[in-house]
T-cell receptor, first 116, second 118 residues
Framework: AQKITQTQPGMFVQEKEAVTLDCTYDTSDPSYGLFWYKQPSSGEMIFLIYQGSYDQQNATEGRYSLNFQKARKSANLVISASQLGDSAMYFCAMSQTQGGSEKLVFGKGMKLTVNP | DTGVSQDPRHKITKRGQNVTFRCDPISEHNRLYWYRQTLGQGPEFLTYFQNEAQLEKSRLLSDRFSAERPKGSFSTLEIQRTEQGDSAMYLC????????????????FGPGTRLTVL
């Protein structure tokens, strides 16, 4: 069975600094996708970034990058130049295939607070 | 391009009552998913549809839960004889699947329906 582990319950970062959010995963499938979502207090899950298990390069989307270490089964999210609006819950998730069309398995999430 | 919408946003009901939630996916998306999220946890998968066909149901989906997507567009999730343990945020997501060479079929979520069972 697939499992996502996010062990950091909460983190604090100063505005404009970079921050790394940890995610480790467990699966026996060779093909899978890894996702990060942001959930502000309003409740909506906002897609941030995706990494396929066969992708050779780490994914980047604007200020977000994914540090994918396949051998260690980790998929950490790096947010550069934090902004006050980045304060939210962050969830790591994985799908059974690279496409992500099947169900997503989520971690428990972690709360990021950006201080001015 | 409008996103995924859900209605209602909040629902308060008494134990034993039936409730129904609606989800309207992004118009060109053929897959629709339901998840449940309780306080302090990540979303948990309930069920998903491709067009009108329900392809998978979680064991979390007891007999009191039923989901439909009759015309392959909007979906409804009904909970019969609600229990206090049903109190949660119910999230709907949609994606497009089937394009050859598609890098990812990212699931996009709606704002959720927060259910409180008294």
């Amino acid at each position: 069975a697939q499992k996502i582990t996010q062990t950091q319950p909460g983190m604090f970062v100063q505005e404009k600094e970079a921050v790394t959010l940890d995610c480790t995963y467990d699966t026996s499938d060779p093909s899978y996708g890894l996702f990060w979502y942001k959930q502000p207090s309003s409740g909506e899950m906002i897609f941030l970034i995706y990494q396929g298990s066969y992708d050779q390069q780490n994914a980047t989307e604007g200020r977000y990058s994914l540090n994918f270490q396949k051998a260690r089964k980790s998929a950490n999210l790096v947010i550069s130049a934090s902004q006050l609006g980045d304060s939210a819950m962050y969830f790591c998730a994985m799908s059974q295939t690279q496409g992500g069309s099947e169900k997503l398995v989520f971690g428990k999430g972690m709360k990021l607070t950006v201080n001015p | 391009d409008t996103g995924v919408s859900q209605d209602p946003r909040h629902k308060i009901t008494k134990r034993g009552q039936n409730v129904t939630f609606r989800c309207d996916p992004i118009s060109e998306h053929n897959r629709l998913y339901w998840y449940r999220q309780t306080l302090g946890q990540g979303p948990e998968f309930l069920t998903y549809f491709q067009n009108e066909a329900q392809l998978e149901k979680s064991r979390l989906l007891s007999d009191r839960f039923s989901a439909e997507r009759p015309k392959g567009s909007f979906s409804t999730l009904e909970i019969q004889r609600t229990e206090q343990g049903d109190s949660a945020m119910y999230l709907c997501a949609s994606s497009f699947s089937g394009t050859s060479g598609s890098r990812t079929d990212t699931q996009y979520f709606g704002p959720g329906t927060r259910l409180t069972v008294l």
